[in-house]
């Protein structure tokens, strides 16, 4: 019985809760112990929750932005080196802000756009509040390549690509100019696709083909596809003209019921 009291105070003493930071990094970098891994993510989940909220409304939903301070928070741990003597917090927090900041790169423009030009829309924002200031107005595009020392053309790449960073919602909605109904932005951009009536009219004949028996077949092919004559197709058929001409209705007699079952659904 005392063995096992023993062990079972050995056991609550080296319990991961029981032990500072220093002696959990030690014990980390020895043994990968996961659950010890877990404590020291637990004590220090308070940084990755903090420099999350300094990038609150800024395009990325908090909740994301908070999963990827952990994961940084995380790789922190991994790399630590309580060998070097730098404090836990010091090492952490630029590794957690890298992070965050890759993610925004990577994951905060709503279509992807090259590195380059999103890195030249940081610098263009910046040059507009300083050169805002310094002329009392708002800078022309000149003045902004030439403060950056870039053409005139990377400057109105830079800030047409910026549009893409955060997407409008097709329901935003603009006044109408006194009109009762407002107007949304899905009036004011975009077109019909011809090519989807295209298509749903493609699907439409080919379902009903399928329906045709071999005669009636070749009779729509020819008549409609080929631009044959009834007198044509009557002559390679073998029957006459009129027998044509009825079987030809009858068909299209088909069609007109398969469409009119569509339009009921």
């Not at 050995?10 to 970098?29: C, H, I, Q, T």
């Not at 220090?44 to 952990?70: F, M, R």
């Not at 197709?233 to 003209?241: D, F, M, N, P, Y």
Request: charged share 35%; net charge neutral; proline share 2%.
């Amino acid at each position: 019985m005392k063995n096992v009291a023993c062990a079972a105070t050995n056991e609550n003493v080296d319990s991961p809760k029981k032990l500072n930071e220093k002696e959990l990094f030690k014990r980390y970098a020895e043994t990968k112990d996961i659950d010890i891994r877990n404590e020291l993510v637990n004590r220090y989940l308070y940084i990755a929750e903090i420099l999350s909220k300094k990038y609150i409304n800024k395009g990325i939903e908090y909740e994301d932005i908070y999963q990827v301070a952990s994961l940084g928070l995380i790789y922190a741990i991994e790399r630590f080196d309580l060998s070097r003597g730098f404090e836990f917090s010091s090492f952490a927090t630029p590794t957690i802000i890298g992070e965050i900041k890759k993610h925004f790169r990577d994951k905060g423009w709503s279509i992807r756009v090259p590195r380059r030009i999103q890195e030249l829309s940081k610098k263009v924002n910046a040059a507009r509040i300083a050169l805002n200031q310094k002329l009392q107005r708002s800078p022309k595009i000149e003045d902004i390549a030439e403060y950056l020392g870039c053409t005139e053309e990377q400057v109105l790449e830079a800030m047409e690509a910026s549009q893409v960073y955060t997407p409008k919602s097709l329901d935003l909605s603009y006044d109408a100019n006194g009109d009762d109904k407002d107007l949304q932005l899905m009036d004011l951009v975009g077109e019909d696709d011809k090519h989807f009536d295209m298509i749903e009219n493609r699907d439409f004949i080919q379902k009903c083909l399928d329906k045709l028996n071999e005669v009636e077949m070749k009779i729509i092919k020819d008549r409609f596809f080929h631009n044959k004559t009834q007198i044509q197709v009557a002559e390679e058929i073998g029957v006459s003209q009129m027998t044509i001409s009825r079987m030809e209705k009858k068909v299209l007699e088909k069609f007109r019921k398969e469409l009119k079952k569509i339009k009921e659904i």
